[in-house]
């Protein structure tokens, strides 16, 4: 039986059945990943790059990420604070100028997310030190934002492990009692209910 399929797939024609099928698989599989890393259809092509090139805070458009539950979104009256007073040009900004016109809200599709039942909130992680583009990569040379990585398990949990090791750059003098805060730190930062409860 497996003799006999394998003389069918060593003619011309099994051959090239082969080829097919394994460029389909690899193509699908390319395309897959290109879908996955590719930025979603924003309603406003919003550049982030000019924005924080000008010297504007993250904090200003997102600043439930020092002070509430979750960083949000500035709304068109955030922009239109200064964009009233800006020159309506280009492609996007005449799409803001409808938004406001019509009081209607942007529909932003959210890409940096994790799932409901995981609990990440940003205040202990800014408290710790860490800057946004730890996490969000080099926004200043993004135009509609894109994840650095995936916001996975193992990406929440490769930092945990790395921010509490006993090694010189987390323990510089090797103290005992540096060693025993970062074990307990490690014992609660990879502790299962710590994300999901
Ligand atoms: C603190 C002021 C400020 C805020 C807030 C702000 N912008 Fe801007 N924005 C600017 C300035 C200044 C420019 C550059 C204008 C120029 O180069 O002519 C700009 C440029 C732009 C451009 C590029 C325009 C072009 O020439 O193609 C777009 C699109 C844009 N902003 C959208 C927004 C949106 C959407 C928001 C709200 C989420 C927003 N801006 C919030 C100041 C601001
Ligand atoms: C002028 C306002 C403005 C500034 C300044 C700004 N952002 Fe944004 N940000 C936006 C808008 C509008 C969106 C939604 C459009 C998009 O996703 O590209 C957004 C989206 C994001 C997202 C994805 C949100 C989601 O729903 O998934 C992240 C993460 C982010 N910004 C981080 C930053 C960081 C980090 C900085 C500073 C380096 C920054 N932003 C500066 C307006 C701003
Ligand atoms: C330790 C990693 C980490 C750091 C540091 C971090 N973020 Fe986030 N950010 C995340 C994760 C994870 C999410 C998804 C959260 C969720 O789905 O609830 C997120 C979501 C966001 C969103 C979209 C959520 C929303 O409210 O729509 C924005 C905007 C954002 N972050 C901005 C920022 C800004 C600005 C800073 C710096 C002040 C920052 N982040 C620092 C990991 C981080
Ligand atoms: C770049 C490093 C980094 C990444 C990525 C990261 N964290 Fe953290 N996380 C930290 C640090 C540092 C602290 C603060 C530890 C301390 O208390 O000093 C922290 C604290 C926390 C806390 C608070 C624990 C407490 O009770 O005080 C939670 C919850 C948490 N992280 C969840 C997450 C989740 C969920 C993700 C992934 C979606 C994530 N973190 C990704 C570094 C990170
Ligand atoms: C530092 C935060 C963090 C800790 C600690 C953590 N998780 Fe998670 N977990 C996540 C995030 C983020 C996701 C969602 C993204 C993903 O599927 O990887 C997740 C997803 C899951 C899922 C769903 C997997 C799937 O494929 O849908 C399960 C089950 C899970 N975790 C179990 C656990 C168990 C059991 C532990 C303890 C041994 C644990 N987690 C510890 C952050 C964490």
């Given at each position: 039986m497996i003799k006999k399929l394998f003389n069918v797939l060593n003619q011309p024609l099994g051959r090239i059945g082969i080829f097919i099928i394994a460029l389909v698989v690899l193509s699908g599989a390319v395309w897959g990943i290109a879908q996955a890393q590719k930025p979603p259809q924003q309603p406003i092509q919003f550049p982030h790059n000019l924005h924080v090139r000008l010297g504007i805070q993250c904090l200003y458009c997102?600043?439930?990420?020092?002070?509430?539950?979750s960083p949000g979104i500035p709304t068109e009256t955030k922009c239109w604070g200064c964009h009233q007073q800006?020159?309506?040009?280009?492609?996007?900004l005449p799409k803001l100028a409808a938004y406001v016109k019509n009081n209607q809200p942007i529909d932003w599709v959210p890409v940096a997310q994790v799932p409901d039942f995981v609990h990440f909130v940003h205040r202990p992680h800014i408290a710790a030190g860490l800057n946004c583009e730890d996490c969000?990569?080099?926004?200043?040379?993004?135009?509609v934002y894109q994840n650095p990585?995936?916001?996975n398990m193992g990406w929440c949990l490769n930092c945990h492990r790395a921010k509490t090791a006993n090694n010189p750059q987390n323990n510089p003098t090797n103290d005992p009692a540096v060693a025993a805060k970062l074990e307990a730190l490690r014992v609660k930062l990879t502790d299962c209910s710590t994300c999901h409860y």
């Open positions: 997102h600043p439930g990420a020092l002070r509430g539950p800006i020159a309506i040009q280009g492609t996007e969000h990569g080099n926004v200043s040379n993004m135009t990585q995936v916001m």
